[in-house]
């Protein structure tokens, strides 16, 4: 396989306080943003999901720092700065299409591997060098 799989964009957006910004968004990608100044409201954002941070999900829920928002797909991103602005990181990728077994820091595509993982973790060979 060459290159990232997910072909991952990164964006540095800062909005100024009051002001309202609308991003665009491929389709054909996921996207997320980490709030990591100030505060504001975003548009088109999906349900709250089992990220252990700060999650913001609904639309018109406040979003302050350290704060991860998911959107659901759409083609694009609406945020509403707070009174001191918001400064937030817009990532997106391409969906990579295969099953995911998330439980703390580890992510991997089966409860078997994610298990295994574990055991691994436990016994002290989870990293190999």
Do not use: C
Not at 43 to 59: E, F, R
């Amino acid at each position: 396989m060459d290159g990232i799989a997910a072909d991952p964009i990164y964006l540095d957006i800062s909005v100024p306080p009051g002001k309202k910004k609308v991003l665009p968004v491929e389709t054909t990608r996921h996207a997320f943003a980490y709030v990591f100044a100030g505060s504001g409201t975003f548009g088109n954002a999906s349900d709250l999901q089992p990220v252990k941070t700060d999650i913001v999900g609904s639309a018109g829920q406040q979003a302050d720092n350290r704060s991860l928002v998911l959107f659901d797909r759409g083609d694009e991103v609406t945020v509403q700065a707070g009174p001191e602005g918001i400064r937030f990181l817009l990532v997106s990728g391409k969906p990579l299409e295969e099953p995911v077994a998330w439980r703390g820091p580890i992510v991997m595509n089966t409860q078997d591997q994610l298990r295994q993982a574990f055991e691994e973790l436990n016994r002290g060979t989870f990293l190999k060098t």
